[in-house]
């Protein structure tokens, strides 16, 4: 929160009021010309219940706004507790004689690590409810490859054998413009990475994050991206959020800075990606 939004905040209750009313501002400003927003769940949480209705009440404030809502949680478990998950953010919450959503988004980031049974109640939900997952696959992180890009004995790579079981879970659920409802989260700070996974998951929808802030450009992920410019939704989160900050952007308020941000994030990325689909 900008200096002048963080005086006098004492409870948790007041940060989330506080959170609330920026989060509404900047989606004022900004649904226009952004398709979707991705609320991480970690920033809600430390500031307990009250935290967690800021969260909800956010998401379904961007729902009203026309906006896709992508719930970054990477939540998983084994099969029962993975199904309590999925009910929670894509499905519904049966009560006596009716069902009741508690986070009504789109979308969620999952990790898959825990095989199949942690995935399938996921999948159950997005073939009830027309939702959509984000599995980890190449996460943007410095460190990921410390795991990620550790060989098989078959030669894989675990970030490619995690991407080909990814494919396998969405086989069943790929929509009409070729594209998956499971798909996978790649870094664009990790173009090496994320080109070898577009040729192999050709049916596979890209969350891709690491743009701007954490040091991905567009010429790095456009790679993301199949030959008709399709294929991927970009996260920028500083950049936007934290625009008023930047000195291109002086003197603006955090709402209308964060509107500029995005502005010039879609013409960065239409003068890379666009050039693909003509």
């Not at 009741?100 to 942690?118: E, Q, R």
């Not at 993301?224 to 625009?243: E, M």
Request: proline letters at 3%; one cysteine or more; hydrophobic letters at 35%.
């Amino acid at each position: 929160l900008p200096e002048e939004m963080r005086e006098d905040i004492t409870t948790f209750e007041d940060a989330a009021e506080r959170i609330t009313e920026f989060n509404l501002n900047i989606i004022d400003k900004v649904c226009d010309v952004v398709p979707a927003v991705k609320v991480q769940v970690a920033y809600y949480e430390m500031y307990g219940y009250e935290g967690l209705k800021a969260f909800n009440y956010t998401v379904k404030y961007a729902h009203g706004k026309g906006m896709v809502v992508i719930a970054d949680c990477k939540r998983n478990d084994i099969g029962s507790t993975a199904s309590c998950y999925a009910k929670a953010y894509l499905g519904s919450t049966p009560l006596s004689g009716t069902n009741v959503k508690a986070f009504p988004a789109d979308m969620l980031t999952v990790n898959g690590y825990l095989g199949c049974d942690g995935i399938k109640p996921f999948i159950n939900e997005i073939k009830a409810n027309d939702k959509s997952i984000f599995v980890l696959v190449k996460t943007s992180n410095q460190s990921s490859g410390e795991l990620q890009n550790l060989k098989l004995e078959n030669g894989e790579y675990v970030y490619e054998r995690m991407g080909s079981l990814v494919n396998e879970w969405g086989k069943d659920v790929i929509g009409k413009y070729g594209y998956s409802e499971v798909g996978a989260v790649v870094g664009a700070t990790h173009p090496e990475e994320a080109a070898n996974l577009r040729k192999r998951l050709p049916n596979t929808f890209f969350l891709i994050p690491g743009y701007g802030a954490q040091g991905g450009s567009a010429e790095m992920l456009k790679v993301c991206f199949d030959n008709r410019g399709l294929g991927g939704v970009v996260n920028s989160s500083r950049g936007i959020i934290c625009a008023y900050k930047n000195p291109e952007y002086k003197g603006m308020s955090y709402y209308d800075a964060a509107r500029a941000a995005c502005i010039d994030m879609q013409q960065d990325l239409a003068n890379s990606i666009g050039k693909m689909s003509r």
